[in-house]
């Protein structure tokens, strides 16, 4: 069985169509709760955001609330220095997050490659906290980083840094304190899908280059990369836009701050919905971070050429 | 069945027929450049859980590096005075009820996607791909409104019904990855032994996908477990609440209660760890069974 499912990796497209076992509508009826599903509940609100996007729409302020035109749109680009910095800051963040994530996860991925004692253990524990949620990577970042009795404390015990400082409320640290606190919970997610890819490299192409001498360095750049591409490629892509759009971990670490220093834009526009109930403006934020994000969705599909193998 | 293929590289390792010496020139890295990097980022991993495991079992008031003497005090306080007892039962009930409907959707719509070739099947994946890209945070304002208007803000049910959505794309992706790799012969030499394609796809097909489902299901649950803002939003009665608003309104009041917080982060890790922990062997050749690959 094992084996019938490992071997028949490739899909199996159906070949001859039995008119009395297949009635023409079961495909539809197969994907009806999930298209309903997902036409009311993704569909629908991202249609009403384009449409507010182009409105005044601020129930606290009723009486401005119409069509705006492109009003929204020209003030966040022309007269908001909050969203420029806010567009900035999230870029930042990606790039270091998504970047920093690779590096360490593909180095890991390939250490638990390797067969060594305690290996299943190791995985296990430098994979859990990926597990761990964004809320609760918070909540352990604010013990380990709170000035009284957090790490700082510890550390100054031992002559390192001074008593007192927290890392999360100086705006020079904060910046590095927080991508940390997510690098925690970050490095496993690429660990992992790099370790899976890792599993499917041939040993044989291995044990050529041996008989050529390659160096273990020349190995991994001639063989383990080009072979890890596909994977690295699509994981990066999935973990920026992912890493974009989440707010839980700022939001709970810094709330945006300290002076709205680690604010990204995803925060700046659930800030300015529901604090500020400007929904028109956040729906055009909003409606800009979709076109951001659809330009990446493009480059991923072309790279990951998805569905291309049914034809 | 999927343990078999997960540890292939120890099954040729243990190959005897192989010159040994010339695998171990390729194979065996000194031992120093695994144990030393991988102490050091182990460091890095368990010292944030030692540290929320000191604060939770240690006495008010202690700045001691070992919980000694131990107290629950921490857990008895947040379970009973900040609810998380009943945050606790809310999420499990989020959580499960998402796992449900996420996997039974899932698989209707990943077994369509695997084995049917129909009109808008191109338009669908491309429309269950573009879904990654939407993110559920800026979609907040319209999916109050949408459950405001059904009369299900402040229940349950509204949160369950967006984790779901927001669940569905990718698992139903990877379900139909896993049904791809069931050879469809297998269906079809049932249907000849006289079954219906609902029997066959239930004798034959269901028991080969249960590691995928596991792990899609556990996918799911650990999602909507630990997912916050849905919640934030959508709920506003204390007695509605899950465990990471419970957390979050420990760490925004004025002095935080670190006892008490450290103590509410265990609770919430305790299901997710021990999930982590029951499918971990699956995960690896989940993916790389080459669903993700897409």
Redesign the interface.
């Known amino acids: 069985?094992?084996q019938?499912?490992?071997v028949?990796?490739r899909?199996?497209?159906?070949?001859r169509r039995?008119a009395s076992?297949?009635p023409r509508r079961?495909?539809?009826l197969?994907?009806a709760?999930?298209?309903l599903?997902?036409l009311?509940?993704?569909a629908?609100?991202?249609v009403?955001?384009f449409y507010?996007s182009l409105q005044n729409y601020n129930p606290t302020k009723p009486w401005r609330n119409g069509f705006a035109g492109f009003d929204n749109f020209v003030h966040a680009f022309t007269d908001d220095p909050q969203f420029w910095d806010t567009l900035t800051f999230s870029a930042q963040w990606v790039f270091v997050e998504v970047g920093l994530q690779l590096l360490?996860g593909l180095?890991?991925a390939l250490?638990?490659?390797?067969?060594?004692v305690g290996r299943s253990l190791?995985?296990?524990?430098?994979?859990?906290?990926?597990?761990?949620?964004?809320?609760?990577t918070?909540?352990?970042?604010?013990?380990?980083y709170?000035s009284q009795?957090g790490?700082t404390?510890?550390l100054a015990d031992m002559g390192i840094g001074s008593y007192g400082t927290s890392w999360l409320s100086d705006t020079s640290t904060v910046f590095p304190a927080a991508v940390v606190a997510d690098l925690?919970r970050g490095v496993p997610f690429f660990a992992?899908?790099i370790?899976?890819?890792l599993?499917?490299v041939s040993?044989d192409l291995?044990?050529a280059d041996?008989v050529d001498g390659a160096s273990?360095a020349k190995?991994f750049w001639h063989i383990t990369l080009p072979h890890l591409k596909?994977?690295i490629v699509?994981s990066t892509l999935?973990r920026a836009?992912w890493e974009?759009?989440?707010?839980?971990l700022l939001?709970?670490l810094t709330?945006g701050g300290p002076a709205g220093e680690t604010t990204t834009l995803?925060l700046y526009?659930?800030n300015t919905?529901?604090d500020a109930h400007n929904?028109g403006y956040?729906?055009a934020l909003?409606t800009v971070?979709?076109v951001i994000?659809?330009f990446?969705?493009i480059v991923?599909?072309r790279l990951?050429?998805?569905?291309g193998e049914?034809k | 069945?999927?343990t078999?293929?997960?540890p292939?590289?120890?099954r040729?390792?243990a190959e005897p027929a192989r010159p040994r010496r010339?695998?171990r020139?390729?194979?065996?890295?000194p031992?120093r450049q695994?144990?030393v990097?991988?102490s050091i980022?182990?460091l890095?991993?368990?010292?944030?859980?030692y540290?929320?495991l000191l604060?939770a079992l240690r006495r008010p008031g202690s700045?001691s590096?070992v919980p000694w003497p131990m107290t629950f005090e921490h857990f008895e306080k947040v379970w009973n005075e900040r609810a998380f007892g009943t945050y606790f039962q809310n999420s499990v009930l989020v959580g499960i009820a998402t796992l449900v409907m996420t996997t039974l959707?899932?698989l209707?719509?990943g077994?369509?996607?695997?084995?049917?070739?129909?009109r808008i099947?191109?338009a669908?994946?491309?429309?269950l791909?573009?879904?990654?890209?939407?993110?559920?945070?800026?979609?907040?304002?319209?999916?109050f409104?949408?459950f405001a208007n059904l009369r299900m803000i402040n229940s349950l049910v509204s949160v369950i019904?967006?984790e779901?959505?927001?669940q569905?794309?990718l698992s139903?992706i990877l379900i139909s990855g896993f049904i791809?790799?069931?050879?469809?012969?297998?269906e079809e030499a049932a249907?000849v032994d006289g079954c219906?394609?609902f029997t066959a796809f239930r004798i034959v097909v269901l028991p080969?996908l249960r590691p995928g489902l596991i792990a899609v299901g556990s996918f799911a649950f650990?999602h909507a477990?630990?997912?916050?803002?849905f919640a934030l939003?959508f709920l506003s009665d204390q007695s509605k609440q899950t465990i990471?608003v419970g957390?979050?309104t420990?760490?925004?009041a004025d002095s935080?209660d670190?006892g008490a917080?450290?103590a509410?982060?265990i609770i919430?890790?305790v299901p997710?760890?021990l999930?982590?922990?029951f499918i971990?062997k699956w995960?690896?050749?989940?993916?790389?069974?080459?669903a993700?690959?897409?």
């Not at chain 2, 890095?44 to 859980?49: A, G, H, K, R, Y």
């Not at chain 2, 077994?111 to 070739?117: G, I």
């Not at chain 2, 990654?132 to 945070?137: C, D, K, M, T, Y």
């Open positions: 069985m094992a019938a499912a490992a028949a990796k899909p199996a497209p159906p070949r039995r076992a297949t079961l495909p539809y197969l994907i709760p999930a298209a599903l997902m009311g509940f993704i629908y609100p991202v009403s955001v507010y360490f180095a890991l250490i638990v490659n390797q067969t060594f190791g995985r296990a524990l430098v994979f859990s906290p990926w597990a761990v949620s964004g809320v609760l918070s909540a352990i970042w604010v013990l380990l709170n009795t790490i404390r510890y925690w992992i899908l370790l899976a890819d599993q499917s040993k291995y044990e041996e273990r190995q596909d994977a699509l999935l836009v974009f759009n989440n707010v839980d939001y709970t709330g995803p526009i659930a919905s529901v929904f956040a729906s909003t971070a979709f994000l659809l990446c969705s991923y599909l990951s050429k998805f569905g049914e | 069945m999927i078999e293929i997960a292939a590289p120890e040729v390792a010339k695998r020139a390729w194979d065996e890295v031992r695994i144990y990097p991988l980022y182990l890095f991993t368990l010292i944030p859980f540290w929320i604060f700045t590096l959707v899932a209707a719509g077994y369509a996607l695997a084995r049917f070739n129909f099947k191109k669908f994946m491309l429309a791909l573009c879904t990654q890209f939407v993110p559920g945070a800026l979609l907040l304002v319209p999916l409104e949408i019904i967006a779901t959505v927001f569905l794309p139903m791809r790799n069931v050879p469809y012969s297998l249907w219906n394609r080969l650990v477990w630990n997912h916050f803002l939003m990471p957390l979050n420990l760490m925004s935080v670190l917080l450290a509410g982060g919430a890790a997710v760890v999930v982590f922990a971990q995960l690896i050749t989940g993916f790389s069974a080459g993700v690959k897409g």
